[in-house]
């Protein structure tokens, strides 16, 4: 027969987020529906695809699945709103990550800190933007 062994850790291991909320300085800040989530993270799965980029640019703000570091790779943007007309980024983020709650979020990345905060109706994600992401105003 089959058998499982499972191993307990010291509570000395284990790392608890902060009790404060972690800081989002001149945040760029957009809402994302459920349905808009649900559409690009289903591309995400058919393109097989690695990222999730929120890219503003000339004025438009998309919400993209694509393969970063690929520039022949394949993408779905679906367009979430208006940005000033010379702001210019691409904040990159691992598409495994979202593993969200089917919800509403109101969304706010600090290029800053490279923190980004997906607020919605029931829980609220933090999660860090990748390297390679980039803000030019």
Known sequence: GAKSRYVYTDAANIVFPPSDELPIENPIKFKLTENQLSKVLN???QLRVDHI???GKKGKLYFVG???NDPTSN????EIGEIGENEDFEFVFLAENFKFVSDDY???ISPETNIAKFEGNIVTYWMA????SYYNE
């Open 75 to 78: 993408e779905f943007a679906f």
């Open 66 to 68: 694509t393969d970063f």
């Open 129 to 132: 933007v990748e390297i390679d």
């Open 106 to 108: 109101s969304v706010s």
């Open 43 to 45: 591309a995400v799965a």
């Open 53 to 55: 980029v929120v890219r």
